[in-house]
């Protein structure tokens, strides 16, 4: 397969993604705030990203190269990138808030912390601080921005975190989901490879899994 069939299957496959986010919410509303301190969310989304990573893994013809499965050249710049990315995003997501108030839009993090529903929770939290990051890099960062780099870097960058943005089906809370998707795309761009990402990802969804339950709302 060639990369614009590539870039084609891949591009259907975040327009269903994009489709079912939007749609899920038009006829089921936010999701309990219950959620996360439920053992059947944490097997549910090792299941429904799993489905997601083996439909990647085909489109990608499971190539390093596609996936950007490499070490990035210099570690210590990766870390600084990652740094300043994780720094970026808190403060356009304050300035944002500041602005348009997003509130719990997502739905997912409960409005207090309920230690009978401890382990539920941390297990939740281990899928979507690890498995889910690694699945939504490898789709967006890593597939989707090898298919649209040749189109331009910058191109790519945008398109990818605006893709990213829309497949979580929210709308107060869009411009701050793509603008993290698109730096992440940027770190991708700069270092070569998919995992500064993943850590980025998996250190951001951790610091809001933690602050959903520790600070005052």
């Known amino acids: 397969m060639d990369d614009g069939r590539r870039l084609a299957w891949w591009l259907a496959l975040v327009a269903a993604l994009i489709a079912l986010g939007y749609g899920s919410r038009a006829s089921a509303g936010k999701p309990s705030p219950q959620v996360l301190y439920e053992w059947s969310t944490a097997i549910g989304g090792l299941i429904q990203d799993g489905i997601l990573l083996l439909l990647v893994l085909a489109i990608a013809g499971f190539s390093r190269r596609l996936l950007a499965l490499r070490r990035p050249d210099s570690p210590r710049f990766a870390a600084l990138l990652i740094l300043l990315g994780f720094v970026f995003i808190l403060l356009f997501e304050a300035v944002y808030g500041q602005l348009i108030h997003v509130g719990n839009e997502q739905g997912l993090t409960p409005?207090?912390?309920?230690?009978?529903?401890?382990?539920?929770?941390?297990?939740?939290?281990?899928?979507?601080?690890?498995?889910?990051?690694?699945?939504?890099?490898?789709?967006?960062?890593?597939?989707?921005?090898?298919?649209?780099?040749?189109?331009?870097?910058?191109?790519?960058?945008?398109?990818?975190?605006?893709?990213f943005g829309l497949a979580h089906g929210l709308i107060l809370s869009l411009p701050v989901l793509a603008v993290f998707g698109g730096a992440l795309a940027w770190i991708r761009a700069r270092t070569g490879s998919i995992y500064p990402g993943m850590i980025l990802h998996s250190l951001f969804n951790l610091f809001a899994l933690v602050a959903a339950v520790t600070l005052s709302k």
């Open 111 to 163: 409005k207090h912390w309920e230690s009978h529903h401890a382990a539920a929770y941390i297990a939740n939290a281990i899928v979507i601080c690890t498995w889910v990051p690694f699945v939504e890099e490898l789709t967006y960062r890593g597939l989707g921005y090898s298919l649209l780099e040749r189109y331009g870097r910058w191109p790519a960058i945008v398109l990818v975190g605006l893709l």
